[in-house]
Structures are given as C-alpha cells and as structure tokens.
C-alpha cells in the first residue's frame, strides 16, 4: 500500500533532478530550433507536440530512462520536426505530405456541399465562423477557408479586391 502514494526519497529526488534538466533542454532545444516549432500547429506540428510531451514526462517518471537518452530522443524530435519544416518551405510535395492544402468551404456566399463533406465541416460551423467574423449572412462572405491548421477563415467581400487572395485554395 505504501508503495502507491510514496515509494522513497531517492525516487522523489531523481523525479524532482531529472524533471528540472529535462525541462531545461527541452526549452533550449525548442528555442535553438526557432519559432517555427512553436507556431500555430497543423497536424504535423500537433503529433510532434504530443512526442515531445510523451518523451519528456518518460524522462520524467521512468527510471529506466537515462537524462542523456532523454535529452537526445527530445533533440531528435525537434531535429526532425526541423528538417522536415525546412523541406517543406522548399519542396511543394513535402509541404502537401505534411500540412495539406486549405479547402474552400464557401464562394460567393454559396456554400460548396462537396467540400464540407470532403472536409466533414457542418453548415453550422461555417455560419459560426462567418458570425465571428462580424458578418450577418452568409451572402456577406466573399468566401470561408478550412485552412490546414483547422481553423475557418473568412473573406469579406470587397476584401483583396484585384488581389488573387484565394490562389492555392482548393475547391470542390
């Protein structure tokens, strides 16, 4: 029964000593890999997010995981996420493999029934995001956005007018 709420200091010392390192490197490591590893997360970036939370509570509370093992599975991690954010800047295939593409949900104030089953958005969600906008109806919308981090964007009309705002959004 003891062995449930405490099982001895040395393990409470080596949680409290590993945990303060880990978190330590985990910080310099995010902070050596740029912003870009912490920016608003599509899910590439969520996956890695969630690897590197995992990884650090095993460092945390396993004792069969060394500081230094934890240390270089958290720099692989952020070195991965790195590498592939650098290809993906510069090869259009990787950037599609890893983010996606934004899927156009609505135009003209017309809602595109194949891309909101493509992209299983309700109606609902679209009218929210264009009332969140400040609009009133969704015939006030040039155009609402899935964009690859899954938040909704929307086009005002008269917005961008002779910009092409919507090149690279997919359609139905």
């Known amino acids: 029964m003891d062995m449930i709420f405490f099982s001895s200091w040395d393990s409470l010392a080596r949680t409290l000593v590993v945990g303060v390192l880990a978190y330590a490197?985990?910080?310099?490591?995010?902070?050596?890999?740029?912003?870009?590893t912490l920016s608003k997360m599509n899910a590439f970036?969520?996956?890695v997010t969630v690897a590197l939370g995992s990884t650090l509570a095993t460092v945390l509370l396993s004792k069969d995981v060394a500081l230094a093992e934890g240390a270089l599975a958290l720099g692989l991690l952020i070195s991965l996420q790195f590498i592939i954010t650098w290809?993906?800047?510069r090869v259009s295939w990787v950037k599609r493999l890893v983010t996606g593409e934004p899927i156009l949900l609505l135009y003209d104030g017309?809602?595109?029934?194949a891309s909101l089953r493509k992209?299983?958005?309700?109606?609902n969600e679209v009218r929210s995001a264009v009332r969140s906008s400040g609009l009133l109806r969704l015939e006030a919308a040039q155009?609402?956005?899935l964009e690859t981090d899954g938040s909704l964007s929307v086009v005002k009309r008269g917005a961008g007018k002779g910009e092409s705002s919507l090149a690279g959004v997919g359609g139905p």
């Open 119 to 123: 992209a299983r958005v309700t109606q």
């Open 45 to 47: 970036d969520l996956i």
């Open 25 to 36: 490197v985990l910080v310099l490591f995010l902070r050596i890999s740029g912003n870009r």
């Open 87 to 89: 290809l993906s800047v």
């Open 143 to 145: 155009a609402v956005v």
């Open 110 to 113: 017309e809602l595109l029934q």
